[in-house]
């Protein structure tokens, strides 16, 4: 049971090179999230899927866009790649109105 | 944007006391939640309290929930250095399942 996993842990990228991140859970869990952490920001969120089929926008979704593969996988993809998306990025599951579970991050530099 | 904040944004205090965070967001809620973040590592669930609950222990946690005051606090009795972390309140409400996040108060726990 290996709970959230996230690959890759770290990636750097050039400007304009695109990328996707991976993110599964085992869990069974409906809900997923994409997640971006910058200092002194807090927790930002992408996107989110309340189940699956169905993906939001939610307050930093300029940039990026999911796909919810199936009940386990919610991948994020970079398009274009900018410096301002230099980030840790985070995902997590959760079942709704409960805890949130979260990966190891994926270390993300773009120059 | 975020819904909590967090209070004060960094403690430092020697192992053996407690340690006191505060939480206060701004919209009614279905439930608060903290979590707890070392450095470098994803966040972990550490206490749900519900909008209908006043008080909630987890073993040296204790959360409290005052939401006629739209505030809560996260006492960590007798701290160890293994608590220093980073803590975050979040906010879950209405029918969406997002969570709101706080930006987090910095926990040192000095041996």
């Known amino acids: 049971n290996a709970g959230v996993t996230q690959t890759p842990k770290f990636q750097v990228l050039k400007t304009g090179q695109s990328m996707t991140l991976q993110c599964a859970q085992d869990m069974n869990h409906n809900s997923m999230y994409w997640y971006r952490q910058d200092p002194g920001m807090g927790l930002r969120l992408i996107y989110y899927s309340a189940s699956e089929g169905t993906t939001d926008k939610g307050e930093v979704p300029n940039g990026y866009n999911v796909s919810r593969l199936n009940k386990r996988e919610f991948s994020l993809r970079l398009e274009s790649a900018a410096p301002s998306q230099t980030s840790v990025y985070f995902c997590a599951s959760s079942e709704s109105r409960t805890e949130q579970y979260f990966g190891p991050g994926t270390r993300l530099t773009v120059t | 944007s975020q819904q909590g904040e967090e209070d004060p944004q960094a403690l430092s205090i020697q192992e053996g006391e407690n340690a006191t965070m505060n939480c206060s967001y701004k919209?009614?809620?279905?439930?608060l939640q903290w979590y707890r973040q070392n450095s470098g590592r994803g966040l972990v669930h550490l206490i749900l309290i519900r909008s209908n609950e006043r008080e909630k222990h987890s073993g040296r946690l204790r959360v409290t929930l005052d939401t006629s005051k739209k505030s809560s606090s996260l006492l960590i009795t007798a701290s160890r250095a293994a608590d220093t972390a980073s803590y975050f309140c979040a906010t879950e409400a209405g029918n969406n399942r997002k969570l709101i996040w706080g930006l987090g108060t910095s926990l040192a726990v000095n041996p």
């Open positions: 919209t009614s809620i279905n439930n």
